[in-house]
């Protein structure tokens, strides 16, 4: 993975389309890289909670240890930090980062799944598009069948009358000859 997946990542992410989509190949691997946050940020929340509950337990030893015994005669004041009181504001900000992380992986989510209904909206209304492109090429071509079919009937009417007449012309001119011969065998 090259750059950690944001909010921001995701909703500047672009797809190549493609004539039946979104590249594919793309998408995947898109899915896998927050895939592969998704597991990041749970991996880091479970060990911030296993700091927290470590963090808790020391607190509740600490607590439960006696107060060491005043030593009689002090020469040097030495300020000491309670390490109970410093550890508390640790786990809550480790607290509001899980917190937080929660709160990526819930919008990361909700993004995952916006980005997939607008993908299957977008194929949708593409497949719309190529059927009823599809649908007026087919009824275009079939008017041009039926056109090109209506000429070639003509066409074949056309030359039926036209055979029909040679025919008839045919037929009248061999009658001619042979009437001519006639006249010929009689003289």
Not at 50 to 72: F, G, I, K, T, W
Not at 96 to 106: F, V, W
Not at 164 to 185: G, P, S
């Amino acid at each position: 993975m090259s750059e950690r997946i944001t909010i921001q990542t995701i909703v500047d992410k672009e797809f190549d389309v493609k004539p039946r989509g979104y590249d594919r190949e793309a998408v995947d691997a898109f899915l896998d890289e927050i895939c592969d946050e998704f597991e990041r940020m749970n991996n880091e929340q479970a060990a911030l909670k296993q700091q927290l509950l470590e963090a808790q337990a020391a607190a509740s030893r600490a607590a439960a240890q006696p107060a060491p015994e005043a030593v009689p005669q002090v020469t040097k004041v030495v300020p000491v930090a309670k390490p109970a009181e410093e550890k508390k504001p640790e786990p809550e900000l480790k607290m509001a980062a899980a917190d937080d992380s929660n709160t990526r992986i819930l919008a990361m989510l909700e993004m995952a799944a916006k980005v997939k209904e607008e993908t299957i909206a977008e194929a949708k209304q593409q497949a719309e598009k190529l059927i009823e492109q599809a649908n007026e090429e087919a009824r275009a071509r079939i008017g041009d069948l039926a056109a090109e079919r209506d000429s070639l009937t003509n066409q074949v009417d056309a030359l039926k009358k036209t055979v029909a007449d040679y025919r008839t012309r045919f037929e009248a001119l061999l009658q001619a000859q042979q009437e001519a011969m006639d006249k010929i065998n009689d003289l």
